[in-house]
């Protein structure tokens, strides 16, 4: 079994930089605090950008898009993750108005993204920490600007964080046999296109539905064992 530092760093950061968030409060300008979804959009396009560019067959990473897209629609996978956190809301007996768009939010961003998912699966296949370390840290800031905005809901986006990439980084080591090296390239360029949508949408350039995108994750692979 793998211990799964990144997630850890990745709880911890988000938990510090949402504390620092509720601590602030309405303390916190708008002007700060769209500056820091400006910054966190800039270097997680840059970081999108890299990953992406590593592609060796852009048939894998246009099919993989396009199909994931479609495939996540249908499922309807942004209204699933809605439901369950208004369920969480009901649990932990919350009374902030904002702690289902706050966690929703969030989750997105920090859970579901596919710098999550990438950086578990490097985490879980060659024991590389990179993708997750530097996720934490740009969490921590987003975090931080979240929770000064939608409150104690964000914090809650922790939990998910570490149950689901430290299981994505157990299960990865299961696929090492079977992974080779063009399909986690692939993974990892489809996984860059996201994340360039993730840095779109900071940046506030357009609304895109990321949550419904992520089956492409899954595409990816599987084309690039048949096309690679």
């Known amino acids: 079994m793998i211990l799964p530092l990144g997630s850890l760093f990745n709880v911890a950061c988000i938990v510090i930089g949402g504390t620092c968030g509720l601590a602030l409060g309405g303390r ?3 002007r700060v605090r769209h500056i820091v979804f400006s910054g966190l959009g800039l270097c997680v ?4 950008v890299q990953m992406g560019m590593q592609s060796k067959n852009l048939l894998v990473l246009v099919f993989s898009v396009l199909l994931g897209s479609i495939t996540g ?3 309807n996978l942004e209204n699933m993750l809605t439901r369950a956190a208004d369920k969480l809301k009901t649990l932990v007996k919350s009374n902030n108005s904002k702690f289902t768009e706050g966690f929703v939010s969030t989750s997105v961003l920090f859970c579901i993204g596919s710098m999550a ?9 060659r024991g590389e920490h990179t993708i997750l370390f530097a996720k934490a840290i740009l969490d921590g800031f987003a975090a931080m600007a ?7 809901g964000v914090l809650f986006s922790a939990i998910p964080v570490f149950l689901y990439q430290g299981s994505l980084t157990e299960f990865a080591t299961y696929l090492q046999p079977i992974m080779t090296e ?3 390239t692939e993974l990892t360029a489809t996984g860059g296109a996201l994340i360039i949508g993730i840095g779109i949408s900071l ?13 492409a994750l ?7 064992h048949f096309l690679g």
Request: glycine share 8%.
């Open 28 to 30: 916190l300008p708008e």
């Open 45 to 48: 396009l840059i970081i999108g």
């Open 73 to 75: 629609e249908l499922l």
């Open 117 to 125: 998912i990438l950086g578990s699966f490097e985490e879980g296949l």
């Open 146 to 152: 979240f929770a000064a905005t939608y409150g104690i």
């Open 182 to 184: 063009s399909m986690m």
């Open 203 to 215: 940046l506030e350039l357009r609304t895109i539905s990321l949550t419904n995108m992520l089956p």
């Open 218 to 224: 899954l595409f990816a692979p599987i084309f690039a």
